[in-house]
């Protein structure tokens, strides 16, 4: 199997939730702990995330909102953003 690596280029989703005022870090626990993130794109796929799975306090993969693949804008067919998670 052939597998092609590329670099990414965007912002930490968890730096837009911090933006946005979303519960993370210290304050994400208990009640908080069912809190979540649904990213829908646009073809219509879903994709639900646990807050603990976007925050660096409990989880060490880095998900990253993409603009750019390789140092070029992502297509129209992948863009304008692209959500990419690490590992």
């Given at each position: 199997m052939i597998v092609t690596q590329h670099?990414?280029?965007g912002v930490p989703v968890n730096e837009i939730l911090n933006l946005a005022g979303v519960?993370?870090?210290k304050q994400l626990r208990g009640?908080?702990?069912a809190k979540y993130l649904l990213a829908i794109a646009k073809d219509g796929y879903k994709v639900v995330f646990s807050l603990a799975e976007l925050d660096s306090v409990f989880n060490d993969k880095q998900v990253i909102l993409a603009e750019k693949m390789?140092?070029?804008p992502l297509t129209s067919d992948k863009g304008p953003f692209q959500l990419?998670?690490?590992g």
């Open positions: 670099a990414y280029t519960t993370t870090g009640k908080n702990m390789d140092g070029k990419i998670v690490s």
